[in-house]
């Protein structure tokens, strides 16, 4: 059976750090395409962070210099590391493939929330 739980979510700061993990099984994430994907209230799946199966990653405009995606492929965990949050870094994250995943793992609600306060 293929899963992934996120975990590593909570409650900081602006300017503070979390830490995100997302261990799978059933797959590995060396070799896939995978990503981290948010849903702050009232809005749809939005894209953090990908990387994929060559190990590129692609970085959007409003996480750039703040947030990091790698990968443990011992532990096949991987993980974000998110620095110098700001409130509107506020959502529910999830561990997917793509904005179709976010959008099913949203409505079982998996993922692990991230509240950072001004």
């Known amino acids: 059976e293929v899963q992934q739980v996120e975990s590593g979510g909570g409650s900081v700061q602006a300017g503070g750090s979390l830490r995100l993990s997302c261990t799978a099984s059933?797959?590995?994430?060396?070799?896939?395409?995978m990503g981290w994907y948010r849903q702050a209230p009232g809005n749809k799946c939005e894209l953090v962070m990908v990387?994929?199966?060559?190990?590129?990653?692609y970085v959007p405009d409003s996480v750039k210099g703040r947030f990091t995606i790698s990968l443990d492929n011992a532990k096949n965990t991987m993980y974000l590391q998110m620095n110098s949050l700001k409130p509107e870094d506020t959502a529910v994250y999830y561990c997917?493939?793509?904005?179709?995943?976010?959008?099913?793992?949203?409505?079982r609600g998996q993922g692990t929330q991230v509240t950072v306060s001004s």
């Open positions: 997917a493939a793509d904005y179709s995943e976010c959008m099913e793992r949203l409505s």
């Open positions: 059933g797959f590995t994430f060396e070799g896939s395409d």
């Open positions: 990387i994929d199966s060559a190990g590129n990653t």
